[in-house]
């Protein structure tokens, strides 16, 4: 009897252990353009509930078997509904958070379990009740705020500009891949993302939107959302690629796979609440009111077409983005991620070297290099958008009077290519794409790097 009951305390004594193991560490906080984030690094997993208090407006989080030994006094709490953040033990062992607020939120929280960069962490969104006017104190002073409203910018009555949606990846508390000297993905590539938009901005008939104006989330289907919200002709997602050997070196281009575009047009057929704007920002096509049938004929011939674009510009970047730094494959990959399913929008994925090299992440880190890359990028997009500028738009419109100068262009053969097929790609003859290449027949091969002179569209000035 009497071990039993020294067996009971001690159980008892490791139970209250592991109630009491997590502990509020570190409290982090970013916010975005229509949220705030707060996350509170634990020690160990712990279970958690929240509810909101009026009169003043406050959020109360109980954690169970947790204890609170983070500071606070250094949270950016302005442009942001927290006024304050104050703690305090709840029946003996658990713990209450109080987020004292200025204004009514939405709030939403969820667990996270360790990752590579950090352990447990309880992540709370704060999102607005309304959205804001300003920007996010995170963000460029010359960065625009996201539009309420899809907008085009007009060149002159009834022509746009072409729209460029720039996605710097990861953000806030996902900082992507780590190089050396703790370079961090996120920094770099919203640094590249920011340089690609001053270059498109200063070009006439272009206009860039960055999806991430600063240093937070945005979850992955939400960077297309916002990309379709400003209308945009393209999306670029910006990364930097990590391996587990040092050695692995190289940029590289992502477009979708046919498998990914597959399962996402299963996906978005079954998703009724976004059926009526699936394919709204570019081909202006609704499934609304459509059958099935009928519906998927309409989306898989959009999927196509944005694919088929999106493997076009990702070529003519990877050639650009090739003159100024090595390259990983001198094709476009594809793959499914999940920021490239886009039904409407033709979209890529640049991946602008491995940061985990210790020489490209001493590149990458440098202004110079990430202005060259930059560069590149726009040289790339710049050259297919006058080869294949979207109706209504000035380009468009200079394109059709031949006013428009068409640089030297390049492809590289990719598997089931031909000659004849290059040539219809990119409208010119058969007899000018081989003069330009100084070939004898019409067989060429996987990897090959083709010549392709100016179309005729761009030559010819008939009176």
């Known amino acids: 009897m009497q071990a039993a009951a020294l067996l009971l305390a001690v159980t008892s004594m490791l139970f209250c252990t592991v109630l009491q193991a997590a502990e509020i560490n570190n409290v982090r906080l970013w916010r975005a353009p229509d949220n705030t984030r707060l996350v509170f690094d634990l020690t160990g997993p712990a279970d958690h509930k929240l509810f909101t208090l009026s009169n003043p407006e406050r959020l109360v989080i109980d954690i169970s078997g947790a204890s609170f030994s983070a500071s606070t006094s250094g949270l950016a709490l302005q442009d942001t509904p927290l006024t304050g953040v104050r703690s305090a033990a709840r029946d003996g062992s658990d713990l209450r958070v109080v987020l004292d607020l200025s204004r009514e939120v939405k709030p939403k929280s969820f667990s996270l379990p360790p990752n590579q960069q950090y352990g447990h962490r309880l992540v709370v969104d704060l999102y607005d009740h309304e959205p804001q006017s300003s920007l996010p104190a995170t963000a460029e002073p010359s960065a625009s705020p996201l539009p309420q409203t899809p907008t085009r910018s007009v060149a002159e009555a009834g022509q746009r500009d072409i729209i460029v949606a720039l996605d710097a990846g990861h953000g806030g508390e996902d900082p992507g891949a780590i190089g050396p000297n703790k370079t961090l993905e996120k920094h770099v590539v919203l640094a590249i993302a920011r340089e690609l938009k001053g270059m498109i901005d200063a070009e006439p008939g272009f206009?860039?939107?960055?999806?991430?104006?600063?240093?937070?989330?945005?979850?992955?289907?939400?960077?297309?959302?916002?990309?379709?919200?400003?209308?945009?002709?393209?999306?670029?997602?910006?990364?930097?690629?990590?391996?587990?050997?040092?050695?692995?070196?190289?940029?590289?281009?992502?477009?979708?796979?046919?498998?990914?575009?597959?399962?996402?047009?299963?996906?978005?057929?079954?998703?009724?609440?976004?059926?009526?704007?699936?394919?709204?920002?570019?081909?202006?096509?609704?499934?609304?009111?459509?059958?099935?049938?009928?519906?998927?004929?309409?989306?898989?011939?959009?999927?196509?077409?944005?694919?088929?674009?999106?493997?076009?510009?990702?070529?003519?970047?990877?050639?650009?983005?090739?003159?100024?730094?090595?390259?990983?494959?001198?094709?476009?990959?594809?793959?499914?991620?999940?920021?490239?399913?886009?039904?409407?929008?033709?979209?890529?994925?640049?991946?602008?070297?491995?940061?985990?090299?210790?020489?490209?992440?001493?590149?990458?880190?440098?202004?110079?290099?990430?202005?060259?890359?930059?560069?590149?990028?726009?040289?790339?997009?710049?050259?297919?958008?006058?080869?294949?500028?979207?109706?209504?738009?000035?380009?468009?419109?200079?394109?059709?009077?031949?006013?428009?100068?068409?640089?030297?262009?390049?492809?590289?053969?990719?598997?089931?290519?031909?000659?004849?097929?290059?040539?219809?790609?990119?409208?010119?003859?058969?007899?000018?794409?081989?003069?330009?290449?100084?070939?004898?027949?019409?067989?060429?091969?996987?990897g090959q790097v083709l010549k392709v002179p100016a179309g005729s569209m761009l030559v010819k000035n008939d009176p």
Do not use: C, W
């Open 207 to 446: 206009k860039a939107e960055l999806v991430r104006t600063g240093d937070y989330f945005i979850p992955l289907r939400k960077r297309t959302e916002i990309a379709r919200k400003h209308n945009a002709d393209l999306f670029v997602s910006i990364h930097a690629d990590a391996f587990t050997r040092p050695s692995a070196f190289g940029a590289s281009v992502f477009a979708l796979s046919d498998r990914g575009a597959t399962s996402e047009t299963a996906r978005l057929l079954a998703d009724r609440e976004n059926r009526s704007d699936l394919i709204g920002g570019v081909g202006g096509v609704s499934l609304d009111n459509k059958d099935q049938v009928l519906a998927s004929v309409l989306l898989d011939l959009s999927m196509t077409a944005t694919l088929s674009a999106s493997l076009d510009v990702g070529q003519q970047v990877l050639s650009s983005i090739g003159r100024i730094t090595p390259l990983h494959k001198r094709r476009v990959e594809q793959a499914g991620f999940m920021v490239l399913k886009s039904p409407d929008i033709p979209s890529i994925l640049v991946e602008t070297g491995f940061i985990s090299n210790p020489g490209e992440a001493q590149k990458l880190v440098t202004r110079s290099h990430q202005q060259a890359l930059a560069r590149a990028m726009h040289s790339g997009i710049k050259a297919y958008f006058h080869r294949n500028p979207p109706p209504g738009t000035r380009i468009a419109a200079l394109r059709s009077n031949g006013q428009l100068a068409q640089g030297p262009r390049e492809h590289t053969v990719s598997r089931g290519d031909t000659l004849s097929m290059i040539a219809t790609r990119y409208d010119v003859s058969l007899a000018s794409l081989r003069q330009a290449n100084s070939l004898r027949s019409d067989q060429i091969r996987v």
